[in-house]
C-alpha cells in the first residue's frame, strides 16, 4: 500500500451508486452518490468513474486511487462475464475489465455479502476475530468468509453462498403441520435455505402459519405478539440448525448478520443457545453479532478490498 493515503469504494446498487473514501483506520472522508443509470450498461460505467474522480478532487488528491466495487452478483470464473445480477445491464459484461479500462485505474470486486463480511471483519463487529462468516438475511440470503481480515476465495468464486444449500428440515425440533413445502427457489432447486430465512421466506412461513400477512419490520421495532413469537420461534430453530453447517465447517469465531432481519433482536438470544444444542461439539462458542456498520458495509467493504494490498 505504498504511499496510498485512502481507500476507494464503490456500491453499485440498483437504484443508487455510492461511493466513498475511507482513511487507512476505516473513517470514512468523503462520500459522493447518484442514480444508477436505468438499464444502461455504458453509462453506469461512466457514472462510477465521475463519482471516483470527484471524490479525490474533493480530497485534493493527485494519486489514482485503485477501486473496490461491490456489486450484485459475480462475474463467472470461466468467462469473466456477470451473471446473476438484478441490475440485469450488468450482465453478460466483463465490467471489471470494463471499469479498468475506462476509469484507467485497478479494480477489484466482491458481491454484497462478501463485502459486509470484509467491511466487519476489517473494522466492524469483527475486528478482533480471526474467522468471520458474514452472513445477509434479507430479500435473499447470501453469505461470505474472511480469515484474518481476508476474504476467502475458491475456483468456483462462490465461497459463502449457503443460501442455496438445502435447508436440513429434519433436523429442525417441529416443523407445524400447516406448513407446506418444499418451497421453489429461483434458482430451480427446492427447500434453499434462502427459501426459509430470506425476508420473503419468513413472510411465507408466517402467513402458513397463522393466515396472515406480517410486515417483517414489526418484528425488530415493538413488542411481538404471540403469534409473531411463535414464527420467530420456528425461524431460529431454522437459523441455528442451518448455521450449524456452518460451524461445523468454517468453525468460525464469529458470525455477523446483516440484511434487514439482522435487526430482529430475538436472533442474539435465541438462535446461540440453539445453535449450542446442533453443532458437533459440547460446547459453541461462536459470538452471533449484527453488522456495526449497517447500510455502509458494501461501499466499505469495496473500500477494503484493498486494504491489505
Ligand atoms: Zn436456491
Given at each position: 500500500m505504498?504511499?496510498?493515503?485512502r ?33 444502461n ?35 463467472s470464473p ?24 475506462i ?23 469483527g475486528t ?11 430479500t435473499?440470503v ?28 429434519a ?29 420473503p421466506?419468513?413472510a ?12 417483517v ?18 425461524y ?39 445453535l449450542a ?8 462458542r ?24
Open positions: 505504498a504511499n496510498r493515503s481507500l476507494l469504494g464503490v456500491d453499485l446498487g440498483g437504484t443508487k451508486i455510492e461511493a466513498a473514501l475511507l482513511d487507512l483506520q476505516g473513517a470514512v472522508t468523503h462520500r459522493a452518490r447518484c442514480k444508477t443509470p436505468r438499464e450498461y455504458a453509462e453506469t460505467l461512466s457514472a462510477i468513474c465521475e463519482l471516483c474522480e470527484q471524490l479525490e478532487s474533493s480530497a485534493n488528491l493527485t494519486e489514482r486511487l485503485p477501486l473496490g466495487i461491490c456489486t450484485p452478483g459475480s462475474p470461466d468467462t469473466g462475464l456477470m451473471r446473476n445480477c438484478n441490475s440485469t445491464s450488468l450482465n453478460g459484461h466483463t465490467l471489471c475489465n470494463d471499469l479498468e479500462e476509469c484507467a485505474r485497478p479494480v477489484r470486486m466482491a458481491n454484497d455479502a462478501d463485502c459486509m463480511t470484509l467491511s466487519e471483519a476489517s473494522d466492524g463487529a478482533e476475530e480471526q474467522v468471520v462468516f458474514g452472513v445477509i438475511l434479507g435473499g447470501g453469505g461470505g468468509a474472511a480469515i484474518n481480515r481476508s476474504l476467502l476465495h475458491g475456483p468456483n468464486a462462490i465461497s459463502g453462498e449457503w443460501g442455496h444449500n438445502p435447508m436440513p428440515l433436523r429442525v425440533n417441529e416443523l407445524p403441520e400447516s406448513l407446506q413445502y418444499p418451497r421453489l427457489c429461483y434458482c430451480g432447486r427446492e427447500d434453499c435455505i434462502e427459501t426459509w430465512l430470506s425476508g421466506g419468513l411465507l412461513t408466517h402467513e402458513q402459519l397463522h393466515r396472515e400477512p406480517i410486515v419490520e414489526q418484528l425488530s421495532k415493538g413488542t411481538p405478539n404471540n403469534r409473531h413469537r411463535e414464527t420467530l420461534a420456528l431460529n430453530d431454522l437459523l441455528s440448525t442451518a448455521l450449524a453447517g456452518i460451524v461445523n465447517v468454517l468453525d468460525p469465531d464469529l458470525v455477523v448478520f446483516g440484511g434487514g432481519l439482522s435487526n430482529i433482536p430475538f436472533i442474539y438470544t435465541e438462535v446461540p443457545r440453539l444444542s446442533k453443532v458437533f461439539s459440547d460446547v459453541c461462536t459470538k452471533l453479532k449484527p453488522a456495526k456498520h449497517g447500510d455502509s458495509s458494501g461501499v466499505r467493504g469495496a473500500a477494503w478490498l484493498w486494504g491489505n494490498a
